[in-house]
């Protein structure tokens, strides 16, 4: 499956750097892109990928719709449950075979010679085309944020705040993209950099609202609210109970993917047979404990769940700013600290949107380095800084039209 790289790879006993070369020079291929990244930095792309803090909140509607809150509270522990046994396969499989192709080359070892080239072609595009759709959906959200802080900060939609039309929406959208596309053209030290500055920002951001945003609420949610009830009220005609729970559920399978961001930057990473599958296991782990507190958090301001869901409230449906700028205002006489809130989540998201293009354009790179992708010589290329330029930018332009 893989197309050997022609290039002599040397070897010197006890040195990380050379074992990892040799040891991708094993599986087929030539070290093209420059290995530095630690294991701090390997799972800090990973864990902000997948940003809890983020994804609850941008997915945090449906949930409420379907199932509400003992969907998510309660759907959340039976979706860690079996994402952390995928997790765990992963992370063995990747210290096997670390190279950035991930899941596609894995598919092909373990298919057998029969069914190796299907079954990695295959999972190949579902793999990237996934990618794609995941960073179109950050930095879409990240947009959709932004516009709902400013009708929130001019008025909100009920006191003459500023809505803006989906044109501005999507130039926001597109500015975002273009600025992660940016951001990972530099070299791998300064994309390492952000990666653990979004790790950061996600691991304090979610800290900071667990305390404050129950802190701060005058009206709280019950214990058997936030875990027993079920909402069947979602005005969508849809009555049966199993297949409203399946619908809720997503909201906490949607927020714990991304962890295989460690394989794709795994070429990059030093002592790769380690620190992939430990930042697999490491970000998914925290991001499951840290998700769920954020999510009981949250959950635990949700009084009144048609008027949060209602599209005539002030921020024109979207659940969560509604309720932190309620709790806020109540408290407060002023809806700007919830505003501050909702800041925080926006920032997690900017990180998750440039970090997502750099796992698409990894997994993109070894794609085309095994002439899987159409113009697989152009995306194969690699920069004087050791970056993956072409398929960077392409991992960002497809969304500019789809969205």
């Known amino acids: 499956m893989a197309v050997s790289r022609s290039g002599e790879v040397g070897v010197a006993a006890g ?12 599986l087929g291929y030539k070290q093209e892109l420059k290995r530095g990244l ?3 930095s390997n799972f800090a792309f990973s864990f902000s990928v997948i940003s809890v803090m983020a994804c609850v909140t941008t997915t945090y509607n449906g949930g ?8 998510m509270t309660l759907g959340w522990l039976v979706v860690a449950a079996f994402n952390g046994c995928v997790a765990l396969s992963m992370a063995e499989i990747c210290s096997a075979y670390p190279t950035s192709g991930g899941l596609y080359y894995w598919s092909a070892k373990l298919a057998g010679t029969k069914w190796a080239p299907l079954a990695s072609w295959v999972t190949g595009w579902f793999n990237i085309v996934g990618q794609w759709a995941a960073t179109t959906t950050a930095d879409f959200s990240l947009a959709q944020l932004v516009q709902v802080i400013v009708l929130l900060g001019t008025g909100g939609a009920n006191g003459g705040g500023y809505m803006a039309s989906k044109y501005v929406v ?3 959208h597109g500015f975002f993209l273009i600025l992660h596309g940016l951001i990972n053209s530099l070299p791998i030290r300064w994309l390492s950099w952000f990666g653990k500055l979004g790790a950061f920002w996600n691991t304090a951001g979610a800290f900071t609202l667990v305390i404050l945003i129950p802190t701060v609420a005058k009206e709280r949610a019950s214990a058997k609210f936030i875990f027993t009830h079920f909402n069947d009220d979602n005005g969508m005609g849809i009555h049966g109970k199993a297949y409203i729970l399946a619908l809720g559920l997503l909201t906490s399978q949607y927020s714990l993917l991304g962890y295989d961001t460690s394989a794709h930057m795994i070429e990059e990473t030093k002592n790769a047979d380690w620190s992939g599958p430990m930042g697999i296991i490491t970000s998914v782990a925290l991001s499951t404990t ?3 507190i954020f999510l009981v958090a949250l959950t635990s301001i949700v009084t009144d769940i048609p008027y949060l869901l209602d599209p005539a409230n002030d921020a024109g449906g979207y659940a969560v700013a509604q309720a932190l700028y309620t709790a806020f205002d109540r408290r407060y006489g002023s809806g700007v600290g919830g505003l501050v809130c ?3 989540v926006a920032v997690g998201i900017l990180f998750a949107g440039a970090m997502c293009i750099a796992s698409n354009s990894r997994m993109g790179y070894a794609f085309s380095r095994d002439r899987a992708m159409p113009f697989s010589h152009v995306w194969q290329r690699v920069s004087k800084n050791e970056v993956p330029l ?3 930018w392409l991992s960002g332009s ?4 789809p969205s």
């Open 170 to 172: 999507l130039a926001i």
């Open 38 to 40: 630690s294991l701090m």
């Open 290 to 292: 840290f998700g769920w």
């Open 15 to 26: 040195d990380t750097a050379d074992a990892d070369r040799t040891r991708l020079h094993q």
């Open 398 to 401: 497809p969304h500019l039209s």
């Open 390 to 392: 072409n398929v960077v």
């Open 342 to 344: 909702v800041g925080i």
């Open 64 to 71: 409420l719709r379907y199932g509400g809150p003992a969907s």
